[in-house]
């Protein structure tokens, strides 16, 4: 597929409080002008037909979709999932997924865990990447993906924040590491930006909930912010920009089969 300059490989364009689809699609824009191709996360069912039909709209525009969130009542929500997955052309990947431990281990944790296995059964049952969130769980997450089998599958872990080594394990079991805005500036997180192979490195912005690459710090984040992503994390690896640009853009599109459409 040709105009694809770059690639953010997470971004959450509607959500409780954004449910404008002008503005989404506006946001869109942006990025298309820039030769940003944009995987949109819909891990709650409410929003999956509008984020489809922004993908009808927008060339620029693939979808990742999920059922995670308590209230849904699971059999049927798992069917459709399983259906649009097989239906629609723009739908790439399944995500995102995982557990987090941020806050505290979750009450629920055995329910959260039992959706994250069947996520990933859905996903070997349609053949598509996971998209895996892992919020300092990453033992759990690991050995979870292990076991039921995600290699199968594999994907992209988002926002990485496990030690190098466990993201070379994670790459053992079929995983590209993406990397978002603060791991440009954060020190801590430099060592493990330096520790993950080129061809396994992707670029996301998790827009809008994660901060923004610094340069952009007081603009909210959106994904054509990718393009400084990437550079931030040509800088931290010693890589020319344009040199990283096309890596990670022919990992994303490897990773989420882009020119299979
Ligand atoms: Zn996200």
Same mark, same amino acid.
């Given at each position: 597929?040709?105009?694809?300059?770059?690639?953010?490989?997470?971004?959450?364009?509607?959500?409780?409080?954004?449910?404008?689809?002008?503005?989404?699609?506006?946001?869109?824009?942006r990025?298309?002008?820039?030769?940003?191709?944009i995987?949109?996360?819909?891990?709650?069912?409410?929003?999956?037909?509008?984020?489809?039909k922004?993908?009808?709209?927008?060339?620029?525009?693939?979808?990742?979709?999920?059922?995670?969130?308590?209230?849904?009542?699971?059999?049927?929500?798992?069917?459709?999932l399983?259906?649009?997955?097989?239906?629609?052309?723009?739908v790439?990947g399944?995500?995102?997924?995982?557990?987090?431990?941020?806050?505290?281990?979750?009450?629920?944790?055995?329910?959260r865990?039992?959706?994250?296995?069947?996520?990933?059964?859905?996903?070997?049952?349609?053949?598509?990447?996971?998209?895996?969130?892992?919020?300092k769980?990453?033992? #759990? !997450?690991? /050995?979870?993906?292990? $076991?039921?089998?995600?290699? +199968?599958?594999?994907?992209?872990?988002?926002?990485? %924040?496990?030690?190098?080594?466990?993201?070379?394990?994670?790459?053992?079991?079929?995983?590209?590491?993406?990397?978002?805005g603060?791991?440009?500036?954060?020190?801590?997180?430099?060592?493990?930006?330096?520790?993950?192979?080129?061809?396994?490195?992707?670029?996301?912005t998790?827009?809008?909930?994660?901060?923004?690459?610094?340069?952009?710090?007081?603009?909210?984040?959106?994904?054509?912010?990718?393009? #400084? !992503?990437? /550079?931030?994390?040509? $800088?931290?690896?010693?890589? +020319?920009?344009?040199?990283?640009r096309?890596?990670? %853009?022919?990992?994303?599109?490897?990773?989420?089969?882009?020119?299979?459409?």
């Amino acid at each position: 597929m040709v105009g694809i300059r770059y690639v953010d490989t997470h971004a959450h364009l509607l959500g409780r409080d954004r449910e404008n689809l002008d503005a989404a699609s506006a946001c869109i824009e942006r990025a298309a002008e820039q030769g940003v191709t944009i995987i949109a996360i819909a891990q709650v069912p409410r929003f999956w037909e509008a984020t489809l039909k922004l993908a009808e709209k927008h060339d620029n525009l693939f979808v990742a979709l999920a059922a995670a969130h308590p209230d849904n009542s699971m059999i049927e929500t798992f069917e459709r999932l399983v259906a649009l997955c097989r239906s629609e052309p723009r739908v790439v990947g399944v995500g995102e997924i995982g557990l987090d431990y941020r806050q505290a281990r979750p009450s629920d944790l055995a329910r959260r865990k039992d959706q994250f296995r069947e996520h990933i059964h859905i996903a070997r049952e349609v053949n598509l990447p996971l998209v895996i969130h892992d919020g300092k769980a990453t033992h #759990d !997450v690991l /050995k979870i993906l292990e $076991e039921e089998m995600a290699m +199968d599958v594999g994907g992209m872990i988002h926002f990485f %924040t496990g030690t190098p080594r466990q993201a070379l394990r994670a790459i053992e079991l079929g995983f590209s590491i993406s990397f978002g805005g603060p791991h440009t500036y954060a020190r801590p997180l430099a060592e493990l930006v330096r520790s993950v192979p080129l061809n396994k490195l992707l670029a996301e912005t998790d827009s809008p909930m994660l901060a923004p690459p610094r340069n952009r710090k007081n603009q909210g984040n959106e994904p054509v912010f990718v393009i #400084d !992503v990437i /550079k931030g994390i040509a $800088e931290i690896r010693g890589v +020319d920009a344009e040199e990283l640009r096309k890596i990670t %853009t022919a990992n994303a599109i490897r990773v989420f089969r882009l020119d299979e459409e």
